[in-house]
């Protein structure tokens, strides 16, 4: 959620630590700030309520020069948004630092700290650090130490950058639960909280890993394990071109995540196709060893990802017929459980690092499940490195915070799952032929599907006066339409809900009216009789009805009907397919109506704390 980016350099690093955070802005924020050491060794700071453009204003007037700095994007969880709690924090005139994360024993520290006679000026948890980091300075220690006895002494998240005047040509990281990747330069380095932010100045990284801390200088990068024994960690490259972070000729990243859909659910599936199968080798070189066997599967996941294991649910009952449980994050990481023998923890998210999903994950790991398999995104972060399996799903960055090509590359992902855990339970030869001809054919359908665009657009003109909405779906469509709800009140902020179409009858149909514009996915298939039934229950009722079905299911418009025609798909993947129109419905809405698309209020791109 929050924001870091750090450079120590032959040259002025203000520049590169502003483009830095203009680049983590998809991540939400509410406040930003930057501390550099100048050449006369003195610590200046800038912090600014609002947008990066505001500190930066603030530092067009006052510039801070120097080589090494330090800069935050925060997104409050302790106290509100404010110049005094804005990162970096610092301690006395010398130390500055900036925190990702929570630390939870912060109170009882901050006491501590006081009796000590250490001023607090803000309300956040990480002013508690930078002045626990300034004690054991005091102590004699040095700040590489500092930092490491502090750490010893925090519950909770964090990924921390330090610099103070003592030392002026070092920074000192450390990283627990919250990301940090080191960028590797040519007499520079550079740290941040996800890569995005430093690609133009390296495209070669360093993951630090759970308990890493580490100390940068121009020269060297030294990394310590949670023993705190001296590691080496791999350099790798990015392998994604910097345009992959532009949004070139689209106006909000979001509509070029949604054109890029066709081109990322084909990479997603390269090199795991060939012929009429499969390549359950390519899904990873345990997989065999760990699908083997398998005999019902648990899901864990938040928000759209969440959608995406729903709709995986119906397919691995139906295909598999094994059974699969699907849970928030959230809530199965707080309840009591049973582990059936033989299970298959499945955790999905497009970061990595969500910080309920990896809690799941490391529950989990403890529970007695078989293996733990992670649908993601993002190469080297927590989620991959600590699941058994890993399949990555190739969607490339995203920057909207409202998931697109991330939920489409998800369920292409578990499909390939599915196949491979139902080639066990009696998956026919001919059946699979049928699906991977599908799945070779979904990237062109996904294209022709963007041909309707232009008409969307002109629907949506239809609920820019709408306060409320309701979306309905029967069987795997059903979490597509809990998607589409998701995506209209996350960048609209018209209230949406969806509701499996039986359930009309048992609430939902109160609310139905003139005023209430209902939104139905009608693919073609075995519940598509009961759908039609739904729908005629909602339009008896007065509701003005959309309507996005296929030739085959023989819809009519009429007054209040309004069908929108889709290209014939797979049953199967319907719900890849009838997620983009809703995507394009979703985005035109929030255009019409004025919000911020690419970052709406209240929301952050990955949520790493509670």
């Not at 002013?127 to 040095?142: F, I, T």
């Not at 007499?187 to 690609?199: R, T, Y």
Request: proline share 4%.
């Amino acid at each position: 959620m929050c924001g870091i980016v750090g450079a120590v350099a032959q040259r002025e690093v203000s520049a590169i630590l502003l483009e830095g955070l203009k680049r983590l802005d998809y991540r939400g924020y509410d406040s930003a700030g930057m501390a550099v050491i100048n050449e006369q060794g003195q610590l200046a700071r800038a912090r600014e309520v609002g947008k990066v453009a505001a500190l930066e204003a603030l530092i067009a007037k006052a510039p801070l020069p120097g080589r090494i700095g330090i800069a935050h994007t925060r997104w409050a969880t302790h106290g509100k948004p404010s110049v005094s709690n804005a990162h970096p924090h610092m301690s006395g005139d010398n130390l500055a630092l900036v925190h990702n994360g929570i630390i939870e024993n912060f109170e009882e520290l901050r006491q501590a700290l006081q009796q000590q006679g250490y001023v607090f000026t803000s309300e956040t948890d990480t002013e508690v650090v930078a002045h626990l980091v300034d004690s054991y300075l005091k102590q004699g220690q040095d700040l590489l130490a500092a930092v490491q006895s502090t750490i010893k002494q925090l519950r909770g998240a964090y990924a921390l950058a330090v610099i103070h005047t003592d030392e002026p040509n070092r920074m000192v990281c450390a990283r627990e639960g919250s990301p940090l990747v080191i960028g590797v330069g040519i007499g520079e380095n550079f740290i941040a909280s996800d890569q995005l932010a430093l690609l133009p100045v390296t495209d070669r990284f360093l993951f630090m890993e759970e308990g890493d801390i580490a100390e940068i200088t121009m020269e060297s990068i030294r990394i310590w394990d949670v023993t705190g024994s001296p590691v080496q960690r791999e350099v790798v490259r990015f392998e994604h071109g910097l345009e992959a972070a532009e949004k070139g000729e689209f106006r909000h990243f979001m509509l070029k995540e949604i054109y890029e859909q066709p081109k990322v659910v084909g990479a997603t599936l390269e090199g795991r196709l060939s012929g009429e199968r499969i390549l359950e080798q390519a899904l990873g070189t345990q997989a065999k060893e760990i699908l083997d066997g398998v005999k019902c599967v648990q899901i864990v996941a938040c928000g759209t990802s969440y959608h995406a294991g729903k709709v995986a649910r119906y397919w691995i009952e139906e295909l598999a017929g094994i059974p699969c449980q699907v849970e928030v994050a959230s809530e199965y990481r707080y309840r009591k459980h049973v582990v059936p023998p033989d299970c298959l923890f499945v955790t999905i998210s497009q970061s990595g690092e969500t910080a309920d999903t990896l809690a799941a994950l490391r529950q989990a790991k403890k529970a007695g499940f078989k293996a733990t398999l992670a649908i993601c995104n993002v190469p080297g972060s927590s989620l991959v490195r600590e699941s058994d399996l890993v399949i990555m799903t190739q969607a490339g960055p995203e920057i909207g915070v409202a998931s697109t090509k991330a939920f489409t590359t998800q369920l292409t992902a578990l499909m390939l799952v599915t196949i491979a855990l139902a080639r066990r339970t009696g998956l026919s030869a001919e059946k699979e032929a049928e699906i991977v001809a599908a799945l070779k054919q979904l990237p062109d359908q996904l294209q022709a599907l963007l041909n309707l665009d232009s008409q969307i657009e002109k629907l949506s003109e239809r609920f820019a006066d709408k306060n409320h909405s309701l979306f309905l779906g029967r069987g795997s469509l059903y979490p597509v339409a809990m998607e589409g709800a998701l995506k209209l009140k996350e960048i609209s902020y018209i209230h949406a809900e969806a509701y499996p179409a039986g359930e009309l009858k048992h609430g939902p149909l109160a609310l139905v009216d003139a005023d209430m514009p209902v939104i139905t996915v009608a693919p073609q298939n075995d519940l598509l009789e009961k759908l039609k039934s739904n729908l005629q229950e909602v339009r008896a009722r007065g509701g003005e009805l959309y309507v996005f079905a296929d030739n085959g299911a023989q819809l009519q418009a009429e007054d209040g009907v309004h069908i929108i025609p889709m290209p014939e798909v797979h049953e199967l993947l319907a719900p890849i397919a009838y997620t983009v129109p809703l995507q394009l419905l979703s985005y035109h809405v929030a255009v019409l109506k004025g919000t911020d698309v690419d970052q709406p209020r209240n929301l952050a791109k990955s949520v790493t704390v509670e």
